[in-house]
Nanobody
Framework: QVQLVESGGGLVQPGGSLRLSCAAS????????MGWYRQAPGNERELVAA???????NYAASVKGRFTISRDNAKNTVYLQMNSLKPEDTAVYYC??????????????WGQGTQVTVSS
């Protein structure tokens, strides 16, 4: 009932920037949580940044001051602006969106993942 489409990953040099997008569509009544997670080879998936419906944000310590999460409620889209990228930011990035469907059921969906590689 909910489809997520991620975009914006790629290869960038250290110090560069990328902007990820994740657009949700379907029978959505309300979205109350939008987050970005990442998983590097051999590591567990970890929270990068999250934003609640009221705009409250939360960042991993490793990205604070470099990454910015934002959302466009009209478009059901969440963004992750990543600046001053480091090789250790290399990972597959996943969006996670939680909310309520029009039939009143709760939902919790993940995007397909987008690769971010930071290398010279």
């Amino acid at each position: 009932q909910v489809q997520l489409v991620e975009s914006g990953g790629g290869l960038v040099q250290p110090g560069g920037s990328l902007r990820l997008s994740c657009a949700a569509s379907g029978s959505i009544f309300k979205i109350y949580y939008m987050g970005w997670y990442r998983q590097a080879p051999g590591n567990e998936r970890e929270l990068v940044a999250a934003i609640a419906s009221g705009g409250t944000t939360n960042y991993a310590a490793s990205v604070k001051g470099r990454f910015t999460i934002s959302r466009d409620n009209a478009k059901n889209t969440v963004y992750l602006q990543m600046n001053s990228l480091k090789p250790e930011d290399t990972a597959v990035y996943y969006c996670n969106i939680r909310g309520v469907l029009r039939d009143t059921r709760n939902f919790d969906f993940w995007g397909q993942g987008t690769q971010v590689t930071v290398s010279s």
